[in-house]
């Protein structure tokens, strides 16, 4: 159902006769959001790590509705650029429950954060290089640091997901003790941090077990103390029809298990917070039989959501046409608008006969959807909705694709 807290909300249990309003009210590609699911993850999640900070991985989704529900909700931020936390702070987070993982962070990035802590605003900083400890001394910030440390283990829905054992993210953990220290010369050493991958699954919860285990111990290692051990985020979410939720309170007592340490808990999901509150909708724009499949061409493609071509990704897609009952199930491949033979949003999907005109839903899209939205061969980006109707995002128009040309560099 959609109201109670149930683990998973399914695209099946989005009301299709609300869906196909907005469509029509709207138009399409139309990413829907709804900010009362947003907030039902969020109480499971506090329900499951009642000792434990809980961050929002505000990549996943940083719309204003949605990061201003997730702030009422009572989870911390966890940002990864300068655009991040103006956001965050935008939307009414609190600096002190704002952490920043500065993962080679630009200059201007620094420039600009090291500005808004210089005004008042009490964020942490999390480097993963003592380089980036420098750029921060150097702009004579002071403030609370975070080290993160590369826990050599990883985990993940597919190989570009999978962080922990990636070089670039994190001190190497051999040098996590030194970099510790450098932090408490350069300002205020609070926290370690480590992350093992993105869309981890209860199988490979031992991934992750390891990693809080390693970040427990080193914590306990160090001279200071530091306050929090941020663990990271990536639980997993169901995609397919026959994929079970994640036992969201068995990864929490495997956390709790291997957190042998005083520090104080700190988890960042992201897709789990906001993936089941988005939908997709999008429009049969064409249908034509070939020999080996039927071809349904729909406006929505890779530049409205990029997860399929470039994870391989599954999303459910339904038809949300009425009087589909006595149409012939058939199998499909789903392609979009785009000249890229990746701009496909599923194959071998069998729906009722389409035909032009129908309407289309993707499932569990709220997390990692229109943020990686782009206007590759200008298209514009769609518009974002909440279930209610209220706008989050304008659709992008053809004017906009070129506003940022001729002028000045500002
Ligand atoms: N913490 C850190 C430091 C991260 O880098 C990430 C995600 C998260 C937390 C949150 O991970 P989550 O709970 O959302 O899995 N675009 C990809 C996912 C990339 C995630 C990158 N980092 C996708 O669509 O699957």
Redesign the pocket.
Known sequence: GTTENSAVRRPADWEADRLRDLASEFGTPLYVVDPDRVRQNCERLLGAFPDATVDY?V??NTARTVLETVEDAGLGA?C?SAGEVRRALDAGFAPEEVRY?AVNPPAADLDAVVEWWREGADLTVTVGARTTLDALAERGYDGRLCVRVNPEVGAG?HAK?T?GDAPQFGVPFDDATDAASAASEVGEFVGLHA?VG??VSGDDLSAHEVLVGRMAMLADELDESPEFVSV????GVPYRREDPPLDLDAVADATRAAFDCDARLVV?????VVADAGILLTEVTAVKETAETTVVGVDAGMTTLL?PAL?D?YHEVRSLSASIDDRVPTSCLVAGPVCETADVLGEERVLPEPKRGDLLSVGTTG??GYE?ASTYNSRPRPAVVTLDGETVARRETLADLTRLEGGEQS
């Open positions: 991985a990549k996943a966890e990864a993982t829905h997901v962080t992350h993105s869309g990271g985020g990536g639980f960042e999901p992201g897709r789990y997860r994870y990704a997390a990692y990686m």
